[in-house]
């Protein structure tokens, strides 16, 4: 079992940064691969980052590429979503998803854990 808690969001302005925070509980935090995923408002949930803990292997959406930065930390068992030069389209509530498949990973339904959520607003 999985817990996770998402922290970092909030209002900033267009081509603004921001850094979102996931702690995961419970042990062999290596196992898992972490994803970063978004709803925006009126819209279905989509892929946004993901890395595996235990490679570092890493695989960006098209939107954020060049943008967006994931990146974790073992020790604290820890995911971080570097988000710079932000975009009103941005604008959703980001969510963090845990799962130890080797599935694809864009795809929500594979993720067996996932936070609360944290809401990004950018103002134009």
């Known amino acids: 079992q999985v817990q996770l808690v998402e922290s970092g969001g909030g209002l900033v302005q267009a081509g603004g940064s921001l850094r979102l925070s996931c702690a995961a509980s419970?042990?062999?935090?290596?196992?898992?691969?972490m994803g970063w995923f978004r709803q925006p408002p009126g819209k279905e949930r989509e892929f946004v980052a993901v890395?595996?803990?235990?490679?570092?292997?890493?695989y960006y959406a098209d939107s954020v590429k060049g943008r967006f930065t994931i990146s974790g930390d073992n020790a604290k068992n820890m995911v971080y979503l570097d988000m710079k030069s932000l975009k009103p389209e941005d604008t959703a509530s980001y969510y963090c998803?845990?799962?130890?498949?080797?599935?694809?990973?864009?795809?929500?339904?594979?993720?067996?854990?996932w936070g609360q959520g944290t809401q990004v607003t950018v103002s134009s």
């Open positions: 890395i595996r803990m235990s490679s570092g292997y890493i």
């Open positions: 998803a845990a799962d130890t498949s080797y599935g694809v990973p864009t795809d929500a339904a594979e993720y067996d854990y």
């Open positions: 419970g042990r062999t935090f290596t196992r898992y691969r």
